[in-house]
C-alpha cells in the first residue's frame, strides 16, 4: 500500500477514501486510508486501487482537505482524467497534477471502479453501513491488477568536475548542480 | 561545513535577520499556532481559542528563542479570514516577531495581505506563499499590498525532480510563462524566502536538502522548509508511534538539524509546542556548523548561540 492506507478484506469490492478526516478502519473494506492532497495524493489512491482488480468502489467521504481538495480533485479525475500537461480536468484544487503515472493507469482506474460519492460524511457508523452495502455488491474487474511501478527517476551521468560554487576546504569544492565534491588540482 | 562562492544575502523582517554562509547566523525557527487540530483552538473557522494558552505558547517560543539566540517567527495557520484577523490582532499583541500568514485557501491569503497593510504590519508579515497555482487575482492582491517578505515554493507538480523545481522558480518550468522569482519580484517581493518543498518521504522529501544547496549557490537567497512534514506521512513511523510517542517526537524534530546541515537558513518546524526541544537542538546544531566553518572566513554573529551557550 501506498501512503497512508492499510489493506483490509481482500476479497471486499469496496475501499474507502476518508480524505482529511481519520476514522478508526473497518476491516470489511478493501483499503482504508485518506487522501489530504489533491497530487501526489490522488496519485497514490489510484496506484492502490488499481493494484486490486476486486475493488470495484471507492466511498469518498470524510471532511475535504481545505485549500487542496483532494476529493472533489478525485471525483474530476475520475471523471474527466488530464489533459496533455497532466492536469486533471475540472479540479478547481489548488496543484491538481499528475506527474508520476500514465495515462493508460489512470483510465483503468477510470473503468475499474464507480465513485460514491459522500464528502463530508463523517458518521463512521454510515460509513460501514455503506461499506456493508457494497462489499459484496459486484465481481472483480475483468482485467487482471495492475501492478504500476514506480516511475524510475531521472538519473543524470556521473561527471567528472574539476571545480565547483561551495567551498569544503581549502582546496575541496562542491559543484551544487551535480552534487559532486571534488579536489581542485592547483596549477 | 563548506562555504558558498556565491554572495549570501541576509535579509532582514522586522528585526530578524535571515540568510547567510553556514555558521554565520543563527538559524531562524518559526513554530505554527492554531494548526488544524491545536487542541487550543475551540472554534476554527470563527477563530476561538484559549488565549492564556496561546499566549503561554508564544512566551516559550520567544524565551526559548532569547535563551539560545535562534530568532524565532510565529507561523499562524487559518482556514478563513474572520480566525486569521483574530490570530494576527493576537500574535502581535503578545510577541514582537515577526509572522507567517498561512492559509490553503487564496481567497483567505488576499483578504490578509489586504488587512495587514491596512492596519501597518505589512512589514511584519511574510507570506506563504507565492507557488505554481498563483493566479491573477492573487498576484494582484499581492502586488497591491505593502507586504515585502514571501515563501517562495518550489513545488513543481509535474516534475519534482531537483531539475524541475529549480527551473520553476528560474523560468517557470514547463508549467508557467515565466519563473516564481520573476513573479515575486513584480509583486513587490525583497525578502525572498526560498522553500525547496517537502514533499512525503518516497516521494522525494530529500530532493529539498539538494535544492536549499543548489539554490543557495545560484542565487544567494535564504532556503528554509517545513521539513518536519516529511515523516508525518511515513506509516511505518505512525504505526511506531502507537508503540510509543516519542519515537515520532524524535524524528519529528530531529529532521531541523537536517535542513540546517544542508545549508538551511530558516524552519519551519511545526507545532509551537516544540519549541522546547526544537530550539536546543537547533542551537546545537548551529554551533557545530559554526566550529565547522571557522576556518572558512565565516564571523557567527554575537548572538549566535556559539557566543551564547558554550
Not at chain 1, 492532497?37 to 466511498?59: F, H, M, P
Not at chain 2, 511515513?234 to 530531529?254: F, Q, R, T
Request: net charge negative; hydrophobic share 40%.
Amino acid at each position: 500500500m501506498k501512503g497512508d492506507c492499510i489493506a483490509g478484506n481482500n476479497d471486499s469490492c469496496i475501499a474507502v477514501i476518508t480524505l482529511a478526516s481519520s476514522f478508526e478502519p473497518y476491516e470489511e473494506a478493501a483499503m482504508w486510508g485518506s487522501c489530504k492532497t489533491e497530487n501526489l495524493g490522488a496519485e497514490k489512491i489510484i496506484i492502490n486501487t488499481v493494484s486490486n482488480s476486486n475493488i470495484r468502489y471507492l466511498l469518498i467521504c470524510g471532511n475535504e482537505s481545505r485549500g487542496h481538495l483532494a476529493g472533489r480533485t478525485l471525483i474530476a479525475l475520475h471523471k474527466n482524467g488530464i489533459d496533455e500537461d497532466g492536469r486533471i480536468i475540472g479540479s478547481d484544487g489548488a496543484i491538481p497534477f499528475i506527474e508520476n503515472i500514465s495515462r493508460d493507469v489512470i483510465e483503468r482506474f477510470q473503468n475499474q471502479v464507480r465513485l460514491i460519492e459522500h464528502i463530508g460524511l463523517v458518521d463512521i457508523d454510515e460509513i460501514r453501513r455503506i461499506v456493508d452495502e457494497y462489499k459484496e455488491k459486484e465481481g472483480p474487474y475483468h482485467e487482471a491488477a495492475f501492478v504500476v511501478e514506480s516511475a524510475k527517476k531521472k538519473s543524470r551521468p556521473v561527471m567528472d568536475v574539476t571545480s565547483g560554487d561551495i567551498m569544503v576546504s581549502g582546496n575541496v569544492m562542491l559543484d551544487s548542480t551535480s552534487g559532486i565534491v571534488c579536489e581542485v588540482k592547483s596549477n | 561545513m563548506f562555504r558558498f562562492q556565491k554572495e549570501q544575502e541576509i535579509v532582514n523582517i522586522a528585526g530578524v535577520k535571515i540568510g547567510g554562509q553556514p555558521g554565520e547566523l543563527a538559524t531562524v525557527l518559526a513554530g505554527t499556532i492554531f494548526y488544524e487540530g491545536h487542541s487550543i483552538v475551540e472554534d476554527a473557522d470563527a477563530g476561538i481559542f484559549d488565549r492564556k494558552e496561546a499566549e503561554a505558547l508564544v512566551n516559550m517560543q520567544d524565551s526559548m528563542s532569547d535563551e539560545t539566540g535562534n530568532p524565532s517567527i510565529v507561523h499562524i495557520f487559518a482556514n478563513t479570514f474572520e480566525s486569521m484577523q483574530k490570530y494576527i490582532d493576537f500574535v502581535t499583541s503578545v510577541s514582537d516577531s515577526p509572522f507567517i500568514i498561512d492559509s490553503p485557501q487564496p481567497a483567505v491569503r488576499m483578504a490578509c495581505a489586504e488587512y495587514v497593510t491596512d492596519i501597518g504590519l505589512a512589514d511584519k508579515t511574510i507570506y506563504n506563499s507565492i507557488n505554481m497555482s498563483i493566479t491573477d487575482d492573487e498576484f494582484a492582491s499581492l502586488a497591491n499590498s505593502d507586504i515585502d517578505s514571501s515563501i517562495i515554493l518550489g513545488f513543481n507538480a509535474m516534475d519534482s525532480s531537483l531539475d524541475g523545481r529549480m527551473a520553476l522558480l528560474e523560468n517557470g518550468g514547463k508549467l508557467m510563462d515565466r519563473g516564481l522569482l520573476d513573479i515575486a519580484e513584480e509583486c513587490g517581493i525583497k525578502n525572498i524566502l526560498i522553500d525547496p518543498s517537502i514533499t512525503p518521504m518516497g516521494d522525494g522529501a530529500g530532493i529539498a536538502l539538494r535544492m536549499t544547496m543548489t539554490a543557495k549557490a545560484k542565487w544567494g537567497y535564504p532556503v528554509g522548509s517545513g521539513i518536519h512534514n516529511a515523516p508525518s506521512s511515513w506509516s511505518w513511523l505512525k504505526a511506531k508511534k502507537k508503540e510509543d510517542p516519542l519515537v515520532y517526537k524524535m524524528c519529528d524534530i530531529g529532521t531541523v538539524s537536517m535542513q540546517q546541515l544542508a545549508g538551511g537558513d530558516f524552519v519551519l518546524y511545526g507545532p509551537i509546542e516544540n519549541a522546547r526541544y526544537t530550539f536546543p537542538l537547533a542551537a546545537m546544531a548551529d554551533i557545530m556548523i559554526a566550529e565547522a566553518s571557522s576556518d572558512l572566513d565565516i564571523e557567527p554573529s554575537s548572538s549566535h548561540p556559539l557566543n551564547l551557550l558554550v
